[in-house]
């Protein structure tokens, strides 16, 4: 029978060869050859649940939101140990994480990023101060969409933000980004790019920092094609609420922690295919229920559901964007568009001040809803946030 690192009986003859060089510098060496090896294999089974102990240990895995530290326990369950940064209630926008945060940090061998702003800012910090973190980007490559001059206080722009949403209601995802081949073929004329070096910050893992390059370069480059530049924005990080793309994520999480824990991968891999599985019938319970209502606005006060929208062909139109509430002037724009459309709520999220939208939703006599785009329960949110919009809708049809 062949030995292999990690098995239990390559672990147990360590344990043994470590016993025994124990033993010979406090006997000497030729007492220790005289002893029976009865009494090194007792004390070989005495000590080897501690070692097993220490090779089942769960891996100890961090993340920024709460969505991703419930697909990484679905995936991973007791084979992980979780830590999340950005707690309920907190906003991923302005979070900074704790000192006793930084320091757990130190010493967690696996991260898995998603694109949040506080990450570009804190990660290469993080990485400095921990060198053995493995860094993983789960939202590289994947279709960015950006806080566009549609979603922002002045919504003048709605032709061009329009233009973007039937860009993004392609299943697929192809047809805004038809020269995305093309760009990659031009990596390494952006290696260098320093404005998207400040923006984005440094990856630990030089390769995943190139690519992630290469994606804010396409995304910059396909703009521009449409003159849109000073439109896209902020880009938009809650990519986790489309659930397809959700399902990608799912993809490259597994990958990564089958590879971290293959003595768990069957497991791992069988949770996969059957999260994914559900993901695919939530996303098609969404459609349906939200089908009658294809191209209908509903406002809420930071843009969070943008990837949500674009989904299952909705506009969201925001509140405030990046932070700032409206101006009077701008508020009033709100009120007077809400009033037009004869919107009947407001949805808000516990992130963010709520000040500015129970202020419109007094003038509209329209109620508050809450969509949460950091709940934890991932399925439970998504369905709330369906059936949340849908009572909106029908509020709105019944006015």
């Keep these: 029978m062949s030995m292999h690192a990690g098995s239990p009986l390559a672990s147990r ?8 060089s124990r033993v010979q510098r406090t006997l000497g060496p030729r007492a220790a050859r005289a002893l029976p090896l009865s009494v090194l294999g007792a004390l070989a089974a005495f000590a080897t649940p501690a070692a097993h102990a220490q090779d089942s240990a769960p891996l100890h895995v961090a993340v920024s939101v709460p969505p991703i530290a419930w697909m990484v326990d679905q995936l991973a369950g007791e084979h992980v140990e979780i830590t999340t940064l950005v707690k309920p209630g907190d906003s ?33 910090r993080l990485v400095k101060n921990n060198a053995e973190m493995q860094v993983v980007h789960l939202e590289e490559g994947l279709n960015t969409r950006h806080f566009g001059s549609g979603e922002a206080h002045d919504h003048g722009h709605d032709e061009a933000h329009a233009h973007e949403q039937d860009a993004h209601h392609d299943d697929d995802h192809t047809d805004d980004h038809a020269d995305h081949d093309e760009h990659d073929e031009h990596h390494d004329d952006h290696a260098d790019h320093d404005e998207h070096d400040e923006h984005h910050g440094e990856h630990a893992d030089h390769e995943a920092h190139e690519e992630h390059h290469d ?17 896209l924005g902020e880009a938009d990080p809650h990519l986790w609420l489309d659930p397809q793309r959700m399902q990608t994520v799912v993809e490259r999480a597994a990958e990564v922690l089958e590879a ?19 993901l695919s019938e939530l996303d098609a319970q969404i459609a349906q229920t939200l089908a009658p209502y294809k191209g209908r606005n509903f406002l809420i006060f930071h843009p969070s559901f943008g990837y949500f929208a674009d989904r299952y062909s909705l506009e969201q139109h925001a509140i405030e964007v990046s932070g700032r ?8 724009t709100l009120i007077t568009r809400a009033k037009d459309e004869n919107i009947g709520t407001i949805f808000v999220s516990g992130q963010f001040s709520q000040t500015a939208a129970k202020r419109i939703a007094s003038s509209l006599e329209a109620e508050v809803a809450v969509l949460d785009p950091l709940a934890e329960d991932y399925l439970d949110n998504l369905k709330h946030a369906t059936e949340a919009l849908k009572a909106g809708f029908e509020l709105t049809d019944s006015q």
């Design 13 to 20: 003859q360590v344990l043994c060869e470590k016993l025994l």
């Design 92 to 124: 991923p926008h302005a979070y900074d994480p704790t000192p006793r945060q930084v320091a757990e940090l130190s010493t967690v061998p696996l991260y898995l990023a998603i694109g949040v702003p506080f990450e570009q800012v804190w990660l290469p």
């Design 215 to 231: 994606e804010h370069a396409d995304h910059q480059e396909h703009g521009a094609q449409h003159g849109e530049d000073e439109d």
């Design 260 to 278: 971290r824990l293959p003595q768990h991968a069957g497991e791992i891999d069988a949770n996969e295919q059957r999260l994914l599985k559900t």
């Design 325 to 332: 509430e409206p101006t009077p002037r701008e508020m009033a």
